[in-house]
């Protein structure tokens, strides 16, 4: 739903300087996106190598 703004100078201001707010938002937001899907990645080699390790012991028992 658009909200009802008057066009004034300041209103005109205030928009571009909420633009701004969430284009950085939103660049943040997608580097810490990236961020967490690297250490889920690592997290995930992590287990894998332990899971491995684990069925190592118990093939040799």
Do not use: C, H, W
């Not at 701004?20 to 889920?40: C, F, H, N, Q, S």
């Amino acid at each position: 739903m658009a909200i009802k703004v008057t066009p004034t100078k300041a209103n005109l201001i205030a928009s571009k300087n909420a633009l701004v707010l969430a284009e950085k938002g939103y660049d943040l937001l997608d580097k810490k996106r990236t961020v967490l899907i690297k250490e889920m990645m690592d997290l995930n080699k992590n287990a894998k190598a332990l899971q491995d390790e684990i069925e190592e012991k118990f093939d040799k028992s």
